[in-house]
């Protein structure tokens, strides 16, 4: 994942403080814009594995 653009897909609603719609934790959406591009790559391959057990689950919306 070489992209660090902001993963927000304008759902921002919570499961268990994970959002449906990106997969990110509150706190990783308050901290994204302080975050340097190494960080927010590891942010991203979090929260894509988070979306996945979502999907697995159904709990997944998407836009």
């Known amino acids: 994942m ?3 653009k902001d993963p ?3 759902i921002c ?3 268990d403080d994970i959002c449906i ?3 990110r934790t ?3 959406i ?3 814009k302080k975050l340097d591009k190494d960080d927010k ?3 991203l391959a979090e929260s894509a594995l988070r979306l996945l057990a979502l999907e697995a689950t159904g ?3 998407k836009k």
């Open 2 to 4: 070489s992209s660090t």
């Open 8 to 10: 927000c897909i304008d």
């Open 13 to 15: 609603k919570f499961n």
């Open 21 to 23: 719609g990106c997969g």
């Open 26 to 28: 509150k706190r990783e």
């Open 30 to 32: 308050r901290a994204w």
């Open 41 to 43: 790559r590891i942010v």
């Open 59 to 61: 709990r997944r919306k």
